[in-house]
């Protein structure tokens, strides 16, 4: 299913479902005790199904909720988004559930799933990680569960989801993500008694754990690297993440910047192995890219590694270079300096985690254009805040890096 149609479809459905189950819930509660019972956070779910790298933006979240109160953690996610999970195991397999997108039979098939999985999980309360989203709102109902925390509008108007939370947590779009996420926890964890999230966030409370690479791992992306180029050892990997999500593709720098930059590292530097990664769907142009660039010292390997090999990759890389999407925030999970360019979205609000982190980003008066009272979506084709950010400025960047690791030793 494409991702406008998911828009479409959570607006003009999703809008009137989350009506109607408005009104089924007020009738419902004349039924009901209306004693305010304590949250019971035993069996906590998370939802967050369209992003892979909220996965590691959630993380420390997730981990303070089980330290504070020894939640058993469970998620939903979409099931192509599902590998993001093992990057840091944080929830246990069979606390998994994985909702498929190929048509709106299959989905509703798995919606009825995920209903009896949550009353088979006893499930006691969901956190609901989505943007507004009215399918991930009504996801909360179905749950069964009796503590629901999510985002909510209060004053804001346009995010119209229904009444499902009781639990809600004012959105803040002027903070980091990562902060948004852990006001959810404290909200659920009953810290605040309104809908402003007033505990404050340490910063240290926000740095990720590093993923563990086990030596069967590393071992496997040295045989990826063999095949692709036997002399890597005696070399400085820069790795290329070239795309972005189909969620918001204009995060994508332009291919013949990327090129360009190629160009540059490797006349100034005869130790420099350009490496281009990307997913199985992403070979195509990734190659065209690699192709353009004509050096054997530059190389692909999308489709060629699962994520665990990516981080596993990272290990052996110098730097990595890459728009802001998934591999950008896997990154930050490993010791590897990455280097980020953003365009239609802030570095303000979704900057990796970390202190190895470097962005580019121009930010015009129009940036950025996308945010959550437009479901991130925007019809730009100009561009400008990506293209002007310049091969020479971002060569210059990595340039001098990979001279200052030169005097280090």
């Known amino acids: 299913?494409?991702?406008?149609?998911?828009?479409?479809?959570?607006?003009?459905?999703?809008?009137?479902?989350?009506?109607?189950?408005?009104?089924?819930?007020?009738?419902?509660?004349?039924?009901?005790?209306?004693?305010?019972?304590?949250?019971?956070?035993?069996?906590?779910?998370?939802?967050?199904?369209?992003?892979?790298?909220?996965?590691?933006?959630?993380?420390?979240?997730?981990?303070?909720?089980?330290?504070?109160?020894?939640?058993?953690?469970?998620?939903?996610?979409?099931?192509?988004?599902?590998?993001?999970?093992?990057?840091?195991?944080?929830?246990?397999?069979?606390?998994?559930?994985?909702?498929?997108?190929?048509?709106?039979?299959?989905?509703?098939?798995?919606?009825?799933r995920f209903m009896?999985?949550?009353?088979?999980?006893?499930?006691?309360?969901?956190?609901?990680?989505?943007?507004?989203?009215?399918?991930?709102?009504?996801?909360?109902?179905?749950?069964?569960?009796?503590?629901?925390?999510?985002?909510?509008?209060?004053?804001?108007?346009?995010?119209?989801?229904?009444?499902?939370?009781?639990?809600?947590?004012?959105?803040?779009?002027?903070?980091?993500?990562?902060?948004?996420?852990?006001?959810?926890?404290?909200?659920?964890?009953?810290?605040?008694?309104?809908p402003y999230p007033i505990t404050p966030v340490e910063p240290e409370r926000l740095i990720p754990v590093q993923a563990r690479i086990s030596a069967e791992e590393i071992n496997a992306s040295q045989h990826v690297l063999d095949q692709?180029?036997?002399?890597?050892?005696?070399?400085?990997?820069?790795?290329?993440n070239t795309n972005a999500s189909d969620l918001l593709p204009q995060r994508q720098w332009m291919e013949n910047y990327f090129v360009e930059l190629a160009g540059i590292l490797l006349r100034e530097r005869a130790d420099v192995l350009v490496v281009a990664i990307g997913s199985e769907e992403e070979q195509k142009e990734v190659q065209a890219i690699v192709d353009e660039v004509n050096d054997n010292r530059c190389c692909s390997l999308a489709g060629k590694t699962h994520l665990r090999q990516l981080l596993a990759l990272y290990h052996q890389a110098t730097c990595l270079?890459?728009?802001?999407?998934?591999?950008?925030?896997?990154?930050?999970?490993?010791?590897?300096?990455?280097?980020?360019?953003?365009?239609?979205?802030?570095?303000?609000?979704?900057?990796?985690?970390?202190?190895?982190i470097e962005t580019f980003y121009l930010a015009l008066p129009c940036s950025p254009c996308v945010s959550a009272s437009n479901h991130r979506k925007t019809n730009c084709t100009n561009r400008q805040c990506l293209s002007g950010i310049y091969p020479q400025k971002v060569s210059k960047a990595l340039l001098d890096y990979l001279h200052s690791l030169d005097q280090a030793t």
């Open 116 to 194: 009896r999985w949550c009353r088979r999980k006893q499930i006691t309360a969901v956190i609901d990680l989505e943007l507004f989203s009215r399918f991930t709102a009504l996801l909360t109902v179905l749950s069964g569960a009796s503590h629901r925390c999510g985002f909510y509008a209060h004053f804001d108007e346009g995010f119209y989801r229904g009444h499902l939370l009781n639990y809600p947590v004012r959105y803040n779009a002027h903070v980091h993500i990562s902060i948004n996420f852990m006001s959810l926890v404290h909200s659920a964890m009953g810290y605040h008694k309104s």
């Open 321 to 356: 270079l890459s728009n802001d999407s998934g591999p950008a925030q896997f990154a930050a999970v490993t010791p590897l300096k990455t280097f980020v360019v953003f365009g239609p979205e802030t570095p303000d609000l979704y900057r990796p985690l970390g202190h190895h």
């Open 1 to 112: 299913m494409q991702v406008s149609t998911m828009r479409s479809l959570d607006r003009y459905i999703g809008i009137p479902l989350c009506f109607l189950m408005d009104i089924v819930w007020v009738i419902a509660s004349f039924f009901r005790s209306h004693k305010k019972r304590e949250p019971d956070l035993s069996r906590t779910l998370f939802i967050e199904l369209s992003e892979m790298g909220s996965a590691v933006l959630v993380d420390p979240a997730m981990r303070y909720l089980k330290e504070k109160q020894g939640s058993e953690l469970f998620f939903v996610i979409f099931a192509s988004n599902a590998e993001s999970l093992d990057i840091l195991d944080t929830v246990a397999r069979e606390n998994r559930f994985y909702l498929r997108m190929h048509n709106l039979l299959v989905l509703a098939i798995d919606v009825v």
């Open 228 to 240: 692709l180029f036997p002399a890597w050892r005696d070399m400085k990997i820069v790795l290329f």
